[in-house]
């Protein structure tokens, strides 16, 4: 393969004429270097701002005054030291550095060694790569590692996963030969051992003499080790199984292994046993062949991401500050359409930089995918997911996805607009399920935070709102809330009904109008979800500005809870029930203003009529739920059709009105032109 060639002075970075493609560039890299800069200032203060005995807990735990490695006898008698006896023997000296100046040397020691990680990884990407990804990939790199849980993590701790991986990626791409590289690897793999598997790249990628290299350096500094440690090591190889059990619970979250997975779904004892084992050795057998083929394509950064993948897999425990592997298979592109190209990519930073709460709901059926998302996510680089392959035509130029003409976007004069336009493409499956998910968890998260929690001040303000709104609906002769729910209170199976109704089909049925749109109109589900997006946005402004304690809340007009049944009004937190979600969240009411989200959609899009009365009994039920149950205002439910409102209007003001039909696909549509590499300075490609 080609190597990259830059073009000359005429290319420089920064020069020629306004608004050239080297100037974008440029601008581009500076900002993305500030904003690197601004996270690992966040980064720092962070740490250093947590109360001292909270902050490097695993740091304090090994080399503090009391620590493990502080004392005489074994590192292992406490319980509380994980890594390899080698470990220990080379932070033993750190325990005599002062406190204080260790808490900060190991946060700026740690955020140096997260640089030069992104670094080499920026300079290992597989060839041919353009001029903007050269520039800006250092950057983008050193960022994804800021926001990563994994160095998140490590620098809260103070724990030491940087150094294996760093190790790694140095010897496979910074040092010149091959005992070099396997010296490198070799003292990884006697920090972290299942890196061990390294060896088995290199041998079957023709690199003996670093396999041979890696195995000696190993053996060497382990023998070291034990001779310093007879003990200790005899504790950690052979009584623990290389570390298995050592530390906290395996079947904790935290331990993203296919041996914490298997403890997790309830096996133990010799069947556990063996079923990691056979597992771990399929998982192995896989992921090794995938990696060797992607090395041998000239794909040597996702060969080690692979290998480190599976070293994680099948590893007896393995935390989330070890998880760094999964994170680096970003660069590995699938997808032979435009439209998937991002899918691999948006997923795994996902996993990598959001825990897993905030992508899968809190639900009973989801909670295996959810306990293991990072595992799941690691196994699938290791074993299945179809990379592309460089020698492949889509490698370098995907194909176009098929499309109906977008519609020009309004005040195309204005300089952010232009971007927003009517596309009528269907988007990418995933991305939707995580954009719809991601955004859903924030939105819980800022509706939940609105209105100052349930202490005495935000109760005091949001009974004082509920009784505005209520003397304005005495004033308008529209409060009936009272009378409806103690009416339907009476009739038992109403009562059931309406608190089935109130409880269920709140994300049910918009859930379901999206999954259809998405199926039978796609040209429509971006208009449709946009207008979703932008009520909810605009609802989290009315929570925040005006707590509202809904009628079941106010404990003067005697509301009945039917719902969650009689609270006790002497505590703030009404039981339980607060710590679940914002109480307060009332006005607007996003339970009717969904529905009739659902049921102006499905008026306008519906083809039959009798679809279309269904569509418009939803948000009817839905209203008469919120009230006979007593959980909103009838004044609330206007504030929920007033943001549906303002949300279709907004998507018309930013991209026009709605495209109907289903999706046309483009025939006869000619391959994408072929991009004059010298001008972005990579003169050759990949040849076809």
């Not at 910074?174 to 061990?196: D, E, F, K, M, W």
């Not at 709140?506 to 998405?518: I, Q, R, T």
Request: net charge positive; aromatic share 10%.
């Amino acid at each position: 393969m080609a190597n990259v060639e830059h073009g000359g002075p005429g290319h420089a970075l920064g020069t020629g004429v306004p608004g050239a493609p080297g100037t974008r560039i440029g601008t581009a890299r500076v900002v993305l270097w500030l904003v690197a800069a601004v996270l690992a200032v966040r980064q720092v203060a962070a740490v250093l701002s947590t109360p001292r005995g909270e902050r490097l807990t695993d740091l304090e735990t090994w080399i503090g005054p009391e620590g493990v490695l502080h004392v005489n006898g074994s590192f292992y008698d406490a319980d509380k030291f994980t890594g390899t006896p080698f470990a220990g023997l080379v932070l033993k000296p750190f325990s005599r550095a002062a406190e204080q100046a260790l808490g900060w040397g190991w946060t700026f020691g740690t955020l140096f060694l997260v640089v030069v990680l992104g670094l080499v990884a920026a300079r290992a990407l597989p060839q041919p790569v353009s001029r903007r990804t050269s520039l800006l990939a250092a950057p983008v790199a050193i960022c994804l590692l800021m926001l990563s849980l994994p160095v998140r993590n490590t620098l809260y701790l103070g724990q030491t996963s940087i150094f294996p991986v760093l190790l790694v990626l140095l010897g496979c791409f910074a040092v010149r030969g091959q005992r070099a590289s396997g010296i490198l690897i070799g003292i990884g793999a006697a920090l972290q051992p299942t890196l061990l598997l390294f060896a088995a790249l290199f041998w079957f990628t023709g690199r003996r003499r670093a396999t041979a290299s890696t195995a000696a350096t190993f053996l060497a500094v382990t023998a070291l080790a034990w001779a310093a440690m007879p003990h200790d090591s005899w504790t950690y190889w052979i009584h623990h199984l290389a570390g298995a059990g050592l530390g906290a619970s395996p079947a904790g979250l935290a331990n993203q292994s296919l041996h914490g997975a298997l403890l997790r779904f309830g096996l133990e004892g010799p069947l556990e046993i063996g079923l990691y084992v056979t597992l771990s050795a399929a998982v192995v057998w896989f992921g090794v062949r995938r990696a060797v083929r992607y090395a041998k394509d000239g794909q040597l950064l996702l060969a080690v991401a692979i290998t480190g993948c599976v070293a994680v897999a099948v590893s007896p425990t393995t935390w989330q500050h070890q998880l760094l592997w999964v994170l680096l298979a970003v660069v590995g592109r699938v997808g032979k359409k435009q439209s998937d190209r991002y899918m691999w990519p948006v997923a795994v930073v996902l996993v990598s930089t959001l825990p897993a709460k905030m992508m899968l709901p809190n639900m009973p059926v989801v909670e295996p995918v959810r306990d293991n998302v990072v595992l799941i996510a690691a196994l699938a680089a290791a074993t299945v997911v179809p990379f592309l392959s460089r020698t492949a035509a889509e490698y370098q130029a995907p194909v176009p996805t098929d499309y109906a003409a977008p519609v020009p976007a309004r005040w195309s004069r204005v300089p952010l607009l232009p971007f927003w336009r009517r596309v009528t493409t269907r988007p990418n499956l995933l991305l939707e399920l995580l954009l719809i998910r991601v955004g859903y968890s924030a939105y819980q998260q800022a509706r939940l935070a609105a209105t100052g929690g349930t202490n005495s001040g935000g109760r005091a303000t949001a009974e004082h709102h509920g009784e505005q709104v209520h003397a304005i609906e005495q004033f308008l002769r529209i409060d009936v809330e009272h009378w409806v729910n103690h009416t339907v209170v009476k009739v038992d199976w109403l009562k059931e009904f309406f608190n089935f109704y109130y409880t269920s089909f709140h994300f049910v049925v918009p859930l379901s109008v999206l999954a259809v749109l998405y199926v039978r109109r796609p040209a429509d589900y971006r208009w449709a979800r946009s207008a979703l997006g932008f009520a909810t946005l605009l609802a989290l402004v009315g929570f925040w500005l005006y707590p509202l304690a809904p009628p079941r809340l106010m404990p003067e007009l005697g509301f009945i809870d039917t719902v969650h049944g009689v609270q006790d009004f002497s505590k703030p937190e009404y039981g339980t029930l607060t710590a679940l979600t914002n109480q307060y969240a009332a006005m607007p009411s996003l339970h009717f203003g969904w529905s009739l989200w659902c049921g102006v959609v499905i008026v306008a899009l519906a083809p039959k009529p009798w679809m279309k009365a269904l569509g418009l009994l939803h948000p009817l039920f839905t209203v008469s739920a919120i009230v006979a149950t007593g959980n909103h205002w009838i004044l609330d439910a206007v504030g929920g059709a007033a943001v549906v409102g303002a949300g279709f209007g907004i998507g018309h003001l930013l991209a026009g009105p709605r495209v109907g039909g289903t999706l046309k696909v483009a025939t006869g549509a000619e391959p994408p032109p072929v991009i004059d590499m010298t001008k972005d300075s990579a003169k050759d490609r990949t040849p076809k």
